[in-house]
């Protein structure tokens, strides 16, 4: 999944960081409003995850321009104001979940996996394409009985790709979903990502799936089982 | 809740002043008419000393051989004295009437000397009259020669008293209004620097609700990153795992004292809720079942069969059960028992947690209410607790305008009851 999130503490925003890059989301960490809300503009994500006290614009503010510009991605909102008139404004300015610090990381990543139950993407706790199976919370691909796990970016690539099957997808396109915002990967990471992934797909015999069209981007095409 | 306790010091102005207001009037009509009756009293005085001084009697003959035909009204040659007199009545000594003015007098004197007021029917008109009468023994040199009795209407006095009551009728209730307009604005400025307290506490508790829980959020978060990964056979897994228990512990230290500074006093009326007791302590034994189970213990309950009905902040009622039955289960060996009671009382709903624990020791009992006050400071360490369970729970209670007691027998239990008036303090506060 591609999280936005948005805590200015950066005691609290690098380990909240650190434990969704590890179950494989791709996580965008931004300290304040207004460099969200540009973000916001650029970049489609599957979940946003806002701290309510932010410099600038808060996060309140924040979620209900989000909602108010008629996108639907479920909010987490992440704060140190507990009471339950704290939380009504909260979950009416937009948010879907709301959670009081401090925060329990356990919790905190099973409200995150809730929410990404309820995405219109969601499909199981495994994403499946022909007999290729992606188990998203163990970051594990299976097919026909083998099994290899994939670092944190080969997840997400492959994720990416198993979300859409069959399209060409540019190199733009691969660096905004996998790569964080703000760091740019060398020219040719793509490519040995690539090719990392390939390798590790050899170990279920899939990995002439990804097909490479050139000049525009990659493809993953599985064989269609009559 | 502000208005309301502006209303409140407003009505018991009102009331005190008003008070104060009215027995000052009754005292003032009080001495008015005492000194009209008084007046009217010393002119009857008069009056008789002047019939009294025309009779003439023989010294040498018997008392009753008086001679009245000079008296003025009752004489003969009647000169009247004046017409304000209504009747005017000569008894013999042994109180017989003999002459009589105006009205037809009883035959005998039926009351003693002195001033009374009587009521008379008027013989014209019918209509009754207030008279006072005036009965004084008149001595000769040595010897009661007679009675006279005289009697003036009171009806000029009575207008007077009735345009007095017509003025206060009318001014006492306006002085009222203005007094409790003068309540409800003196309530309004003693209002004032409370609600600015309460608004500067409000904030203090919301800033340092933010700046405590930040900080232990950053503790609790990254050292529970650092445990997910850390291997179990390090070293520093322990100490990871000791301070995520630390700020764990800390956080429900914030979160307890941040309730009990929230929620001091009476709660405000509009965050209430008609709360059903029943379902909630049926939900609450639910939940609890489990927990004593795995402790080994025997949760019962038994509820009302009628729904009893309370005016409540629910999560905060449940929060002074909770703290109650969680006590109860930390402090009964396993094997016990705890048993919740809900039962109608005619103005209140009572819960009752009854265990077989451990039970309180009489010298720890008037204590166990107290903030950080700990039994048994050993073992509420072992189970992690602050000694701050009974202290929300009784302050909770309160908020609602209940009251909490205990009974305590060492080793053999404790039974808490939690009282909550129904339909509580809502009469009072409208």
């Known amino acids: 999944m591609r999280i936005l999130l948005v805590e200015d503490d950066p005691k609290q925003l690098m380990p909240l960081k650190t434990v969704l890059t590890q179950a494989g989301h791709g996580v965008d960490g931004v ?56 939380k009504v404004s909260g979950l009416d300015a937009g948010a879907d979940d ?62 990416y790709f198993m979300r859409h099957p069959r399209q060409v997808l540019t190199r733009n396109q691969i660096e905004q979903a996998v790569w964080e915002w703000g760091a740019e990967p060398e020219s040719n990471a793509m490519t040995v990502l690539v090719r990392k992934l390939r390798r590790r797909l050899q170990v279920v015999g899939a990995a002439d799936w990804i097909e490479t069209i050139y000049s525009m981007g990659y493809r993953l095409s599985p064989p269609e089982i009559s | ?82 017409k304000e007199l209504a009747y005017a009545r000569w008894y013999t000594a042994q109180g017989q009437v003999t002459r009589f003015f105006g009205a037809p007098p009883p035959e005998r004197l039926a009351v003693g000397p002195g001033f009374l007021t009587v009521q008379l029917a008027d013989p014209l008109t019918a209509e009754e009259i207030w008279l006072r009468q005036a009965t004084l023994p008149i001595k000769g040199r040595s010897e009661i020669l007679g009675y006279l009795q005289i009697a003036a209407p009171l009806t000029e006095v009575q207008d007077g008293f009735f345009q007095f009551r017509l003025v206060l009728t009318f001014a006492v209730p306006v002085a009222l209004g203005f007094i409790g307009l003068t309540g409800w604005l003196l309530g309004g400025a003693a209002m004032q620097p409370i609600r600015q307290a309460y608004q500067q506490l409000q ?48 956080s429900a230290l914030v979160n307890n004292l941040l309730l009990l500074a929230r929620h001091q006093g009476r709660l405000a009326p509009e965050s209430l809720k008609l709360v059903n007791l029943n379902v909630l302590l049926k939900d609450l034994a639910a939940q609890f079942t489990k927990l004593a189970a795995e402790q080994n213990l025997t949760l019962t309950y038994e509820l009302s069969k009628l729904p009893i009905e309370v005016q409540a902040d629910p999560d905060l009622l449940l929060q002074a059960l909770e703290n109650l039955l969680a006590n109860a289960c930390k402090y009964t ?98």
Request: glycine share 6%; with cysteine; net charge negative.
């Open chain 2, 1 to 82: 809740m502000f208005n309301h306790s502006r209303r409140n010091l407003a009505r018991w102005f009102t009331l005190s002043m008003g008070s104060i207001l009215v027995v000052f009037a009754g005292i003032v009509y009080y001495v008015e008419v005492q000194d009209k009756l008084k007046g009217l009293d010393r002119l009857l005085y008069d009056k008789a000393s002047v019939m009294a001084a025309s009779v003439q009697y023989d010294l040498r003959q018997s008392p009753s051989n008086v001679d009245l035909n000079h008296v003025p009204l009752l004489g003969s040659g009647s000169h009247p004295l004046d």
């Open chain 1, 31 to 86: 300290k304040d409003g207004e460099t969200a809300q540009k973000l916001l503009i650029d970049k489609d994500y599957d979940l946003l995850i806002v701290d309510w006290m932010l410099p600038r614009l808060s996060g309140l503010n924040l979620c209900s321009q989000y909602r108010a510009a008629g996108k639907s991605a479920p909010i987490l909102m992440i704060t140190a104001k507990d009471t339950s008139a704290d």
């Open chain 2, 203 to 250: 904030r203090f508790t919301a800033d340092a609700s933010h700046e405590l829980r930040s900080p232990l959020s950053a503790i609790l978060t990254n050292a529970q990153v650092g445990l997910l990964s850390t291997p179990e056979d390090e070293p520093s897994h322990e100490s990871l795992r000791n301070i995520v228990d630390s700020a764990k512990s800390m």
């Open chain 1, 98 to 159: 709301y959670l009081v610090k401090p925060i329990d990381i356990p919790e905190f990543m099973a409200r995150v996996r809730a929410l990404r139950r309820r995405s219109p993407l969601w499909q199981g706790d495994m994403l499946c394409l022909e007999d290729l199976q992606l188990h998203l919370d163990t970051l594990i691909a299976e097919r026909q009985g083998a099994a290899v796990s994939l670092s944190g970016r080969e997840f997400q690539l492959l994720e």
């Open chain 2, 333 to 430: 060996p396993a094997h016990g028992v705890i048993h919740l009671r809900l039962v109608g009382h005619i103005n209140w709903a009572i819960i009752q947690v009854v265990d077989t624990g451990i039970g309180i020791p009489e010298a720890d009992l008037p204590h166990i209410f107290d903030r950080f006050y700990r039994v048994d400071t050993q073992r509420t360490l072992e189970s992690g607790g602050f000694g701050l369970g009974l202290a929300i729970a009784q302050q909770m209670v309160k908020a609602h305008g209940g009251q909490i007691r205990v009974a305590s027998t060492v080793s053999k239990g404790s039974t808490f009851q939690v009282e909550l008036p129904l339909k509580p303090h809502y009469s009072e506060l409208l």
